[in-house]
């Protein structure tokens, strides 16, 4: 006899000397309840003698397999069940024995789930699938459908393939089931898979059905559309391993007068029903339940949609309600099934508190603390599935009007939605997230063992215990004590949520009866003054008038009650802001343009994003105001993120593009609304902490763009076409990509021929003045651009397009000095590449012709009148941030007289833009590297304040007040410290006196350079 310690799994089966007993006492060591039961089923297997010598070179595998499943004896049972259908036993066993990991799955699947193994053993071959399948990701919704069509796609009957079908889908559930069981996937993905393949085979089969003619009875095609809506679980992609499946179906018919049509669309949705149910020899596919259609049991088996409508305006009731939230189109026509779902989603998202729904929520509770078998049922009992379902659908149900977000199906999106939207807090999601997740993995595992529709944990001892091993316990207690914790955080958050809530006078309540005439104005500005508004006079005028802009689609008192609810919640962010009045009267503007002032609010509620960034828009000026009354749609960019730079120009050349077909009116009005849009999107991302130059270059860029394209269609539209080549040259801001907000286009027009041509030359000045009325004149749309003619040769007085010839005779013979500065921003836009080589070689001669002595001086007097009689800094009480005292002129011409002075003999200088040059200078002796620094930070300082001056005017302003009221809210919005006012005066004196300081140096240096003092 062989001692316990001494026996080992091969003994079982190649021990001559090993007893039954010792045998038993083994087995019964590893773990088996049934030592004696055991051993006498894998005797049994030992048939013969190569499948004994295979069992006793698998057998620690084997047993050690076994004994790590949830249930050793069960395990037993089937694998030896499953090992009969594998001939030669032997050969099968050897496979397991080179791969362990095969003999693991096995035990694991037959321990865990009865019901898995029926499937194995009814198909061996399934698990050499299975194997192979565990090692590639989960099949997706593509994955499954495409599956589906090899098996609907052969040529047998409809009934032949139907059952092929079955076959499908058990393999596909094995599958699920077994990367759920084995922890390659988590419960929500199970859940979501076993809700897929329901959704791929629903639609197979009605596929199938609707082209077979005994469903068309001879007609070439259904005469019409159909659609199947899931419910419930199936819904919500949260199917069980043995959930029945809710289904209701809808159909459109082509010709709604024909009677027989409507009965053919009954008839389908009867034989769909009666197919995906019925049992034959491969069982069967789901069992349907049709309850939830209009009227139940007794109603039309299928419905339209002007039936649905019909019903749920007149007859819905509370329940409906609840279980349209997890509706869900699985099969059938897709565009059928979002028109259910638009026609639904009002009756479930209503914009009004329903009384008589709290009290169905009520009988909801009480039914579900009464029902199932108390707390063994995890489902309906005590702190269960059930309770955190209603908990969520209630939110839903109750917020889900205003919070698209919270409308999911999915009960854990849902849950998370509501997190998001601060309509829960943290701790509650989590807690109630647990707890879903938990138990719903207890109902798989009690389903899983035998496909059964059970929700009810097993009173008995050992029972339970072996349901605890499955669901990775280590007992019965352990599995106890967690439910108990999880249902008891569940029943408290549930029945709270129903429990009233203490009375709070918050902003948006006070504001409300105020509006409403509840309390007097001298109540609610002293509450307001108590929050610390300097003016509460002002912003209760602003309330006022908010209030009163008429709304087309909501009730008055509703409007009322959002507005009431949106400033309240807006209050405390518009302390911090610099103008909080105007920020209300800039909001009364676009709400008037909307005519939808509710909807409106509405959407600023729901997002509080979106809210504090048209906060901060509206705080910075009437520009972002102008746009959104304009085009209220633009409301989403604000929050949207702003794409790359190439991705932005592509869409607008999208669009200019898809209008060259269009009328000219149309095109002028499509250029300037999309200048107007696209330049909101761009101050947006500028103003969200986007990048000054980013923002010069797509404003840059768009207007190439619109003036590009404005060109191409007035040449295609010119009733004589010729081959004559163009070229628009872009100066200025424009020619440096400078460009910002409110800023002219400087554009020369240049063209190829004779200087003696005068059809030609009259051919050209017709086309750029349609160019120019295209962009300047105003039409509905507003403007596109504004042209600035004075820098093209002779300024105003001059052609609008002049030949190649004579303008470079132009620049040779007649241009003055000031031009060679101004030409230094020269850059092509668009035309004729052989123009632009020849036109960009005689600019090059003329400004880089060689140094004149003569040109610091002639700047520095040039600059000095435009200080004086431009600037009048002290006259008027201002800075003028381009040509006063250390402007941006400063820089501008220093950066243009060293372009002049090396760009002759160093190439490099040759770049366009005061910024751009700045960005990447070259050395120079001239111009100290401290010097460069101080000049680039002020370039990008003035320029910044330049664009938030014309962000705030919504005009061209290049003008700060010295007001102190007007320093401070400038400094407010760009983040300066308090005294923010004298902070920003201090800093401007600062930055424009060491400008001019470098400006002086620089200009000295270039008249000793002239003199040859310096190098």
């Known amino acids: ?342 026609l639904v989603r009002p009756f479930v998202y209503r914009r009004y508190l329903d009384h008589a729904a709290f009290e169905e929520i009520a009988r909801y509770k009480r039914r579900a603390e009464q029902a199932g078998d108390g707390d063994r049922d995890v489902k309906v009992g005590r702190g269960g599935i059930r309770e955190i379902e209603l908990f969520t659908q209630i939110l839903q149900v109750t917020y889900g009007a205003e919070h698209e977000a919270v409308r999911s199906p999915t009960t854990l999106l849902a849950l998370a939605a509501l997190l998001e939207q601060d309509i829960i807090d943290a701790d509650v999601h989590r807690q109630l997230d647990e707890a879903y997740r938990f138990l719903r993995m207890v109902e798989h595992r009690l389903q899983i063992v035998h496909q059964s529709q059970t929700h009810t944990l097993n009173a008995d001892g050992e029972m339970l215990d072996l349901s605890a091993r499955r669901m990775g316990f280590e007992s019965a207690g352990k599995l106890e004590e967690t439910l108990a914790h999880h249902r008891n955080q569940v029943h408290t958050i549930y029945a709270d949520l129903l429990a009233p809530e203490p009375e709070e006078e918050d902003a948006g309540r006070l504001l409300f009866r105020w509006l409403s005439g509840e309390i007097s104005d001298d109540d609610t500005t002293g509450y307001l003054h108590g929050l610390g508004f300097r003016d509460p006079d002002a912003i209760l005028a602003q309330i006022r008038a908010l209030d009163e802009v008429p709304s087309l689609v909501q009730s008055r008192s509703t409007t009322r009650n959002l507005l009431s609810n949106l400033v309240g919640s807006v209050l405390p962010a518009l302390l911090t802001r610099a103008e909080p009045e105007r920020i209300l009267n800039r909001l009364e503007r ?43 749609e633009m409301l989403d960019a604000i929050v949207q993120a702003a794409p790359d730079f190439a991705t932005q120009q592509e869409g607008w ?82 020619g440096g990509l400078e460009l910002t907000v409110h800023s002219d286009l400087d ?25 120019y009325r295209f962009l300047e004149q105003p039409t509905q749309a507003g403007i596109a651009y504004d042209l600035d003619t004075r820098l093209r040769p002779d300024g105003k007085k001059g052609p609008l397009a002049m030949p190649l010839d004579k303008f470079e005779s132009y620049l040779t013979e007649r241009a003055e000095r000031w031009e060679r500065l101004a030409w230094t921003r020269y850059r092509v836009l668009t035309g004729s590449e052989d123009l632009a080589k020849d036109v960009t070689r005689v600019v090059s001669d003329f400004v880089y012709q060689g140094w004149d002595d003569s040109l610091p001086e002639y700047a520095c007097h040039i600059r000095s009148r435009m200080e004086n009689e431009l600037g009048q800094e002290h006259a008027k009480n201002r800075f003028h941030l381009k040509v006063g005292h250390g402007g941006l002129s400063d820089i501008d011409f220093l950066m243009q007289l060293l372009q002049i002075r090396h760009g002759e003999r160093t190439p490099v200088w040759r770049v366009a833009g005061t910024r751009r040059l700045l960005a990447d200078l070259p050395p120079t002796s001239l111009l100290d590297t401290d010097d460069a620094t101080r000049l680039r930070n002020g370039h990008a300082f003035l320029r910044t304040l330049e664009t938030r001056l014309r962000i705030e005017a919504d005009a061209g302003a290049s003008t700060l007040s010295t007001d102190p009221a007007r320093l401070a809210v400038l400094g407010v919005r760009m983040g300066i410290p308090p005294p923010t006012g004298e902070t920003l005066k201090r800093r401007y004196e600062q930055v424009t006196a060491e400008i001019r300081e470098v400006f002086d140096r620089g200009m000295n240096r270039l008249k000793a350079a002239s003199n040859g003092l310096v190098p």
């Open 590 to 632: 676009i709400v008037s343009g909307s005519g939808a002032s509710g909807a409106l609010f509405r959407t600023l509620l729901e997002s509080a994003p979106l809210r504090d960034k048209l906060a901060t828009l509206l705080d910075n000026g009437d520009l972002f105001a102008d746009r959104l009354s304009r085009h209220p």
């Open 747 to 771: 554009l020369v027009f240049l063209y190829r021929g004779a200087p003696n041509d005068g059809e030609l030359f009259t051919r050209a000045e017709a086309t750029v003045k349609k160019l």
């Open 653 to 734: 050349e999208k669009e200019l593009r898809a209008s060259a077909g269009e009328a000219p009116a149309v095109r002028a009005d499509r250029v300037r609304r999309l200048r107007r849009i696209e330049e909101f999107k761009i101050m947006v991302e500028w103003l969200d902490g986007g990048d000054l130059a980013a923002l010069q270059e797509k404003l840059s860029g768009l207007a190439d763009s619109c003036v590009s394209h404005g060109l191409r269609w007035l040449l295609d539209d010119e009733a004589t076409r010729d081959d004559t080549e163009w070229l628009v040259v872009a100066l200025g801001k424009l």
């Open 1 to 342: 006899m062989t001692s316990d310690s001494a026996t080992t799994a091969r003994d079982l089966f190649l021990s001559k000397d090993l007893t039954e007993a010792d045998a038993e006492a083994y087995l019964a060591s590893r773990g088996f309840a049934d030592p004696k039961a055991a051993d006498e089923h894998l005797q049994a297997l030992a048939q013969d003698l190569p499948t004994r010598l295979a069992l006793g070179e698998v057998a620690d595998v084997l047993i050690d397999a076994l004994t790590n499943s949830a249930d050793p004896d069960g395990a037993l049972v089937g694998v030896t069940r499953y090992l009969v259908t594998r001939a030669p036993i032997s050969g099968f066993l050897g496979y397991l024995k080179d791969d362990p990991r095969a003999a693991e799955i096995l035990a694991a699947l037959f321990g865990a789930s009865p019901s898995l193994g029926e499937v194995l053993i009814r198909n061996p071959e399934f698990f050499h699938w299975l194997q192979l399948s565990l090692k590639r990701p989960a099949p997706d919704l593509i994955d499954l459908r495409n599956g589906l069509q090899q098996v609907l796609s052969s040529n047998l009957s409809t009934d032949a393939r139907i059952e092929a079908v079955k076959r499908f889908r058990r393999r596909e559930y094995l599958g699920i089931a077994a990367r759920d069981l084995l922890g390659v996937s988590d419960m929500p993905t199970a859940t979501a898979q076993l809700s897929l393949l329901a959704d791929v085979v629903i639609d197979g089969v009605l596929e199938l059905l609707s082209t077979d003619p005994s469903s068309t009875e001879s007609l070439l095609a259904m005469p019409g559309r159909f659609a199947v809506i899931a419910m419930g679980k199936l819904g919500g992609l949260e199917l069980n391993y043995s959930s029945d499946i809710d289904l209701i179906y809808v159909y459109e018919l082509d010709d709604p007068s024909v009677p027989a049509h409507h009965a053919l669309f009954h008839k389908l949705a009867r034989r769909l029903t009666k197919t995906l149910g019925d049992h034959t020899d491969e069982s069967y596919l789901y069992r349907v339940d049709l309850r939830l259609r209009p009227m139940g049991r007794h109603g039309d088996v299928a419905c339209t949609l002007k039936q649905y409508s019909h019903y749920y305006d007149s007859m819905g009731e509370t329940f409906e309600r609840f279980a349209l939230i997890k509706a869900r189109p699985v099969a059938g026509n897709t565009e059928l099934g979002a028109d259910f779902m638009d």
